[in-house]
């Protein structure tokens, strides 16, 4: 009996709040002090290493399962302050980014593809999805008596985000118009020699022709070689690469749902973390507002650095480290509501009692 009660206690406290935070709080210094070490890469042709891209995979990846533990055994517990099916719908968030992240570096790093669409977008579509539907049931199950100055505060943060959604998503043609992006240059027209020929009506002599279809079937050689180098670098198998050719014309819907979605999070991350301000569990939903914030920030700037890069640019850079400090920052935010739930339930039992 004392060694089966050793054993609980151990686990408990393995499982305690305080030593969960602690974790927490450790893999995130963890993280950015390796994304500020190794985020450099080489040289520009070389890029980032393989060695790198893994470990930031992993940073970010154990950060996101081990939120959606923590929110999972919210959901289990039935004294939760906040209700069971808020914590049931972040915890499936955390789960389905964690999956997306998986794919996305199998994807990428395995296959060695940057596709505008893969798999991994499913699960980040269902990810959005859960944890909005989560944050809005906490929303709703506290009524909103806001003052005058925090409406107006939520309305500031509500138009600086759909802004700066608005310059990521900007197609070119409106960022030259608004003069957010350099102008292309234009193509001078000038006469050719052909032309002067033609005109002065001396035909063309036949070497001339069979010079020219050299040079076209040359040209041509040329730019078949670099696709079949392309094709023989990726690993990756003929239905993978018939799978991303398929999903490429839904990118732009995709990636418009994307920053609608994160414009969305936070504004109500913002009406939380107004709403909760001051009571007995503001501490996790600040955790939840500060992860809410965390995950905007490094989605518009992955998606800024991607538009820039055309296509080419490499995950791995020092601000995504955000990606890692928001599922940290969700874990720590469920961690400490369980907590303050299970010790008032317990208050309330020692006072029964008494």
């Known amino acids: 009996m004392s060694s089966t009660s050793e054993k609980s206690s151990t686990s408990t406290s393995l499982l305690s709040a305080q030593t969960l935070v602690i974790v927490g709080i450790v893999w995130a210094v963890l993280a950015l ?32 399962l081990g939120a959606a533990l ?12 906040s209700g069971r099916n808020v914590w049931l719908g972040i915890g499936l968030g955390m789960l389905f980014y964690f999956i997306a992240g998986v794919l996305f570096g199998i994807w990428e790093l395995y296959f060695e593809l940057d596709p505008d669409v893969s798999p991994a977008d499913a ?9 909005i539907g989560g944050m809005v049931l906490a929303v709703t199950s506290k009524r ?58 001396k035909a063309p002599a036949l070497d001339n022709s069979a010079q020219s279809k050299a040079k076209g079937t040359a040209a041509a050689a040329a730019k078949s070689a670099p696709e079949e180098e392309s094709a023989e670098v990726t690993k990756a198998p003929e239905w993978v690469i018939a799978l991303d050719k398929q999903l490429s014309p839904y990118a732009y819907a995709i990636n418009l749902f994307y920053i609608v979605g994160d414009v969305f999070l936070l504004i109500i991350a913002t009406a ?17 507002a500060a992860a809410t914030f965390s995950l905007y920030i490094a989605d518009m700037y992955f998606k800024w650095r991607d538009t820039q890069a055309e296509g080419s640019y490499q995950s791995g850079s020092l601000l995504e480290v955000f990606f890692v400090f928001s599922g940290i920052l969700f874990g720590i935010g469920a961690v400490l509501e369980h907590d303050i739930s299970t010790r008032s339930r317990q208050s309330r039992r020692t006072r029964r009692s008494a």
């Open 33 to 64: 002090l390796f994304f500020l070490l190794f985020s450099v890469p080489l040289s520009q042709q070389d890029g980032l290493p393989l060695w790198y891209s893994i470990g930031t995979l992993v940073f970010e990846c154990g950060a996101y």
């Open 144 to 201: 909103l008596n806001l003052e005058l100055w925090q409406w107006g505060l939520l309305a500031a943060i509500a138009a600086f985000g759909i802004a700066v959604a608005i310059w990521v998503a900007a197609p070119d043609s409106w960022r030259q118009q608004l003069g957010m992006a350099p102008t292309a240059p234009q193509e001078v027209v000038t006469g050719s020699a052909p032309d002067s020929t033609a005109a002065k009506g």
């Open 70 to 81: 923590v929110c999972f055994r919210n959901w289990r517990s039935p004294h939760m302050a």
């Open 123 to 131: 699960f980040y579509l269902v990810s959005y999805v859960a944890l």
């Open 272 to 288: 939380l973390l107004l709403a909760f301000w001051g009571g007995r569990f503001s501490q996790s939903w600040r955790m939840i």
